[in-house]
T-cell receptor
């Protein structure tokens, strides 16, 4: 079974620029998550999708972050404009409906550096 | 509130047992997980425990759950240098995972 695919692996941008990350979850996984992991910290949930609907985006800074999951498969996360404090690894994860004992499968992440 | 806490560092000698501890806050969490993260990599699911269990063993890994104290631990038997990584405890609450800040395990030969 193919894992969760993310691209790009690395991105360096200047503050106030925009950036987009892409995620392709495991085939058949209905639930998709975007997490932000700042260096030295645990991952923090940004947004959760169930199919193509948003379940939880309470921690998403909506003035600059947006995410969509078209057709309930791939997802993109965008930051516009970026700030220095957005430097982090952005992790995408997916799980089957119910999750539970299957856990959540994570991609390798996109490391964003804002200079 | 939602808060998962772990000690930040643990150092052991190769061949010893490692015990990584975690406390969580949501008594209604149904599943608790341990993930491993190696440098530059994503999170790898190591094991999980369902909330109605108090122990789970999987090869070198033993998970202990004390629901009364909301305490979770991961024991790694015969720790190897390849076990050096950051270990994250996570609780599943409201359909999402809440992670601790991670414990960096250093294994010395």
């Amino acid at each position: 079974e193919a894992g969760v695919a993310q691209s790009p692996r690395y991105k360096i941008i200047e503050k106030r620029q925009s950036v987009a990350f892409w995620c392709n979850p495991i085939s058949g996984h209905a639930t998709l998550y975007w997490y932000q992991q700042i260096l030295g910290q645990g991952p923090k949930l940004l947004i959760q999708f169930q199919n193509n609907g948003v379940v939880d985006d309470s921690q998403l800074p909506k003035d600059r972050f947006s995410a969509e999951r078209l057709k309930g498969v791939d997802s993109t996360l965008k930051i516009q404009p970026a700030k220095l404090e957005d430097s982090a690894v952005y992790l995408c994860a997916s799980s089957p409906t119910g999750g539970g004992r299957y856990g959540y499968t994570f991609g390798s992440g996109t490391r964003l550096t804002v200079v | 509130g939602e808060d998962v806490e772990q000690s930040l560092f643990l150092s052991v000698r190769e061949g010893d047992s490692s015990v990584i501890n975690c406390t969580y806050t949501d008594s209604s969490s149904t599943y608790l997980y341990w993930y491993k993260q190696e440098p530059g990599a994503g999170l790898q699911l190591l094991t999980y425990i369902f909330s109605n269990m108090d122990m789970k063993q999987d090869q070198r890994l033993t998970v202990l759950l004390n629901k009364k104290d909301k305490h979770l631990s991961l024991r790694i038997a015969d720790t190897q240098t390849g076990d050096s990584a950051i270990y994250f405890c996570a609780e599943r609450t409201g359909g999402k995972l809440i992670f601790g800040q991670g414990t960096e395990l250093s294994v010395k030969p």
